[in-house]
């Protein structure tokens, strides 16, 4: 075998893939059949979620330096700045990071490849696959070198996060399923000058249509997006200067352009992968789901694909787990893209539809209602939750299993835990929770009890433990999320809950890991 697994792309997907497996001492072998890193900046909103992810693998202080935290919203009709909507810290208490940063994918991509690199990991550039074929225990892949000639390699698993044009999808005979939108859209970074909010994401909302300008680094440096005018769509050669008078005249505003660095157009499609499994290959990220960008959704789901199949592949690697665990990265990842699509469809289809109703509630009423309901606490922290994917919870996974006696409103097998800040020791200093899991492992949390001695001796090595003791700001933390005593929580390595119940049972934690991770069975 030449490797344990072959991730193929090293887009944002391919690079959180190959980087959680490397921590997670897995061979791993990652391609990309362009020559060097992606220059372009594409993706821009960091969610709160990615960022927890980038605190354990090291980089998030750095993606903090070079983005920007998005303080708030402002949406303007015919000129006139009809609202605005603060974040500021919108998610306060709900994580680490309660807020959205604005951060290009080319920064993005360029820290996870130095986070690679740090692993003595590399990408093999200007490498492509072009074959696959699966055998009972392997994949023969064909790989088109950069000179030209093609090789064969053979790998346990193959991981396609090769955007979404996929060749793993394809070569496993996998549909991708859905419909191009009818809008052609054009995304430009510009240095410019006019009316909008510095530092802030600005919303210009007109009859037809709508167009966002997200600062960015540097001075007056805007990402522009917006929709191509219809007389225009279809035309290979158009340029920036040629939406401007359009732009200028939906805006209402006085827009003053120096210079734009990049200039590209799209048409969006929402697809879906029809199985994210084909036998030893895998789809994630663009190659299993694409969709319309309104909430900055894609890159960060694709990251959060590939941190939900890092460690049951690493487990499966090491032979501390069966095959069979692998199952559930579909059964808990088709379901939020499937969620995902179906929302950022409906609002896609709000903000762009032609009809004179929908141009009416767009300069008339959208402002309004969403300033409004923006400035209610409980819709404030619905919207973090759901928008920066801390709320995404696999409930009905197999792998999930919530014990008699848990409150129904305390956090469920399935549910991200919470993120809270406790003592660990009696009269010791206060911790950040997130800051002791250890997200290559898994973690039990015994609240109000004490630990079950020995741990859980399947998970030998691969446990941590942290009791919560008794003590009044921990009674506090706890009520806060809802946490009863006594309770304990079983976490998986990507900090969802497997097992949670009341009194701590070391059998029932021992039947959990042995039947949940299929120990025992056909190794990998
Ligand atoms: C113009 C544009 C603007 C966008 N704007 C936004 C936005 O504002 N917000 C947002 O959330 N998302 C946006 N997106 C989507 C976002 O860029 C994607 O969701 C994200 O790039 C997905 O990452 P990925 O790693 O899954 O795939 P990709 O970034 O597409 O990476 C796939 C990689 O696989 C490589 N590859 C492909 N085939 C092969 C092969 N056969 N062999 C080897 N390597 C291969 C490619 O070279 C590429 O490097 C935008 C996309 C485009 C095109």
Not at 147 to 168: F, M
Not at 195 to 202: A, L, S
Not at 464 to 492: C, G, K, M, T, Y
């Amino acid at each position: 075998m030449d490797t344990d697994v072959l991730v193929v792309g090293a887009g944002p997907t391919g690079l959180m893939l190959a980087n959680q497996l490397g921590r997670r001492g897995v061979r791993a072998l990652i391609i990309d059949r362009h020559a060097g890193p992606s220059v372009q900046t594409r993706a821009l909103g960091v969610q709160a979620r990615t960022l927890e992810i980038y605190a354990h693998l090291g980089i998030v202080e750095r993606a903090l330096e070079l983005g920007k935290r998005a303080t708030g919203a402002n949406m303007w009709v015919q000129g006139r700045r009809a609202a605005r909507i603060p974040f500021g810290d919108i998610g306060r208490g709900l994580s680490p990071y309660p807020f959205l940063l604005i951060l290009g994918q080319d920064d993005n991509e360029r820290l996870l490849g130095e986070a690679l690199q740090e692993q003595s990991m590399a990408v093999q550039w200007n490498t492509e696959l072009v074959g696959l074929a699966q055998e009972s225990h392997q994949v023969k892949a064909k790989l088109k070198r950069p000179d030209g000639a093609i090789g064969e390699i053979a790998a346990a698993w193959v991981a396609g996060c090769d955007g979404a044009h996929s060749a793993v999808r394809e070569l496993s005979g996998i549909a991708f399923e859905g419909a191009p939108y009818e809008h052609v859209f054009f995304v430009a970074d510009t240095q410019m000058t006019g009316p909008m909010v510095p530092d802030e994401v600005n919303i210009y909302l007109w009859r037809e249509g709508f167009h966002l300008f997200f600062p960015m680094r540097g001075t007056d440096h805007w990402r522009l997006v917006g929709i191509v005018p219809a007389d225009m769509r279809g035309r290979d050669d158009l340029t920036f200067e040629d939406v401007i008078p359009a732009m200028r005249q939906q805006t209402g505003t006085e827009l003053s352009f120096k210079a734009c660095s990049w200039f590209s157009t799209y048409r969006i499609h929402h697809r879906r992968a029809a199985r994210f499994r084909d036998g030893r290959c895998f789809v994630l990220g663009d190659a299993a789901h694409v969709h319309s960008p309104v909430g900055a959704q894609g890159m960060n789901t694709g990251l959060q694909d590939a941190y939900n199949l890092a460690w049951k592949l690493a487990l499966v690697v090491s032979g501390g787990a069966g095959t069979a665990l692998l199952d559930s990265y579909a059964d808990e990842r088709v379901p939020v893209a499937q969620r995902l699509l179906s929302s950022t469809d409906r609002a896609f289809s709000l903000v762009v539809s032609d009809s004179w109703l929908a141009g009416l509630f767009r300069t008339r009423i959208l402002a309004k209602i969403a300033a409004f309901a923006m400035s209610l606490d409980r819709i404030r922290r619905f919207a973090f939750r759901t928008i920066s994917q801390i709320g995404i919870s696999y409930r009905d996974s197999p792998l999930s299993e919530t014990l008699a006696g848990l409150p129904d409103n305390a956090p469920r097998a399935g549910d991200r835990f919470p993120w809270l800040q406790l003592k660990f020791e009696p009269n010791g200093p206060t911790e950040d929770l997130f800051g002791r899991l250890d997200d290559t492992r898994f973690n039990l949390i015994v609240i109000g009890q004490a630990s079950p001695p020995g741990g859980v001796a399947e998970l030998g090595e691969l446990l941590r433990i942290h009791e919560v003791p008794n003590d009044s700001a921990n009674d506090r933390e706890l009520a806060r999320a809802r946490i009863p005593r006594p309770s304990f929580f079983l976490l998986r390595p990507d900090g969802h809950v497997g097992l949670a119940g009341t009194r701590l049972d070391a059998a029932a934690a021992t039947r959990y890991v042995c039947e949940r991770l299929h120990i025992g069975t056909q190794g990998a």
